[in-house]
């Protein structure tokens, strides 16, 4: 069964930086999609960013120019780096992959930027 496994979420002011990584284990063949989403109380989970086996990458617009996602194939990570932090992506991040026509998903991981 593939299992992914988040870190790097906490607490952070307003302004900072965190890096959230995922690593999928138990993966035979090549990720297709891999990429972040995440969920605020009381809101819908919303989707943050994703990056295609080949690259191409695609942002909500609430994070463009703050957040950058990135993979290492060889690690089978995805990364996301978030700058600039406001409040307002104070959420649980949970990573996600495409493998074999099917969905996986992380445990989720706390991130909170205070002001």
């Known amino acids: 069964q593939v299992q992914l496994v988040e870190s790097g979420g906490g607490l952070v002011q307003a302004g900072g930086s965190l890096r959230l990584s995922c690593a999928a284990s138990r993966t035979t063949f090549s990720i297709n999609t891999m990429g972040w989403y995440r969920q605020a109380p009381g809101k819908q989970r919303e989707m943050v960013a994703h990056?295609?086996?080949?690259?191409?990458?695609n942002y909500a617009d609430s994070v463009k120019g703050r957040f950058t996602i990135s993979r290492d194939n060889a690690k089978n990570t995805v990364y996301l780096q978030m700058n600039s932090l406001k409040p307002e992506d104070t959420a649980v991040y949970y990573c996600?992959?495409?493998?074999?026509?099917?969905?996986?998903w992380g445990q989720g991981t706390q991130v909170t930027v205070s002001s």
């Open positions: 990056i295609a086996s080949g690259g191409s990458t």
């Open positions: 996600y992959i495409v493998y074999l026509r099917k969905d996986y």
